[in-house]
C-alpha cells in the first residue's frame, strides 16, 4: 500500500476519467496500445490504480469532476464528455474527439411547453447543466428559473417540478417511456473527448502525445 499518492514520479502520467461506460470504451483503446488496465478496470473501493510499467495511474471519479482535476493538475489528461465540459468551461486543451459516448443535449418537455406559453410567471427548467441553460435561454432574453437536479430529470416535467429540462437525449427512448418530446436542440454532436491540463502538455508533452496520438490511431484502426 503507498502512502501519499501525490508523492509521485514528476513523469507520471495521471489520467481522470469518468466511472462507467466512457471509462470502458477508453480502456478497450488503451490496452490496445499497450496500456495496462486490468487494475483500473476492477477497482473495488480504490479509487487510484496503476499501470506500473507504463507508469501511469488512473483515477475514476463522478463524470463532472473530471474538469475539475484536469484544471487543478492534479490529474494530466481526463476523459469526459462534451456536454460536461460545456457545462464546466474550464479552460482545458481538448485533444481528440473519441467519437464514442455520443448524445445530444436537447431541451424536452410536453409537446405545449415549448416556452411562453406556461401559466407561471417564469419558465422552469430542470436540468443537470444549469450555466448551459443559463446562456441557452438568456441568449433568446427568456428569463427562467432553473431547477437544478442530479439525476431522472425527465421525472421534472412529469411530477410538475418544471415545465421543461434540458438534458443529453441518447437513444430517445427516456423520453418517449415517460411522454416527452423534443423541443430544441442545444446541442449536438457531444461525444467524448480527451482534455489535457495546460501546464502538463508544455512539461509532459512526450507522454501525453504519446497517448493521444496512440488513441488516434487506434480509433483509425477501428474504422
Ligand atoms: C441520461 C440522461 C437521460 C438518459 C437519456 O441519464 O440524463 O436521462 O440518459 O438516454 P436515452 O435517450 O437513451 O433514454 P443517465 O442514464 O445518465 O442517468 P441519470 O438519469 O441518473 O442521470
Known amino acids: 500500500m503507498r502512502g501519499h499518492e501525490s508523492m509521485t514520479d ?35 473501493r480504490q479509487l487510484v490504480l496503476w499501470d506500473r510499467a507504463n507508469d501511469i495511474r488512473f483515477v475514476l471519479v463522478k463524470p463532472s469532476d473530471v474538469p475539475t482535476y484536469v484544471a487543478h493538475g492534479v490529474a494530466d489528461l481526463g476523459v469526459v464528455g462534451k456536454d460536461t465540459l460545456l457545462e464546466a468551461g474550464l479552460p482545458l486543451y481538448e485533444l481528440l474527439d473519441l ?39 438568456g441568449e433568446k432574453g427568456v428569463p427562467i428559473e432553473i431547477i437544478e437536479l442530479h439525476g431522472s430529470v425527465e421525472l421534472g416535467p412529469v411530477i410538475g417540478l418544471s415545465d421543461v429540462i434540458l438534458d443529453i437525449v441518447e437513444t430517445g427512448s427516456t423520453l418517449v417511456a415517460n411522454g416527452l418530446t423534443i423541443l430544441d436542440e442545444v446541442a449536438g454532436g457531444i461525444t467524448a473527448r480527451l482534455v489535457c ?26 474504422r
Open 10 to 44: 514528476p513523469r507520471t502520467l495521471t489520467i481522470a476519467l469518468a466511472k462507467g461506460r466512457l471509462a470502458d470504451q477508453t480502456f478497450d483503446l488503451l490496452e490496445r496500445m499497450g496500456v495496462d488496465c486490468a487494475e483500473a478496470r476492477s477497482p473495488g
Open 99 to 137: 467519437g464514442f459516448g455520443r448524445c445530444r443535449l436537447c431541451v424536452a418537455g410536453y409537446a405545449e411547453a415549448s416556452g411562453g406559453s406556461v401559466s407561471h410567471a417564469t419558465f422552469r427548467v430542470a436540468t443537470k447543466f444549469p450555466n448551459i441553460a443559463r446562456r441557452w435561454w
Open 197 to 222: 491540463n495546460r501546464v502538463s502538455l508544455k512539461m509532459k508533452r512526450e507522454r501525453v502525445l504519446w497517448i493521444a496520438d496512440g488513441l488516434a490511431a487506434q480509433l483509425k484502426e477501428k
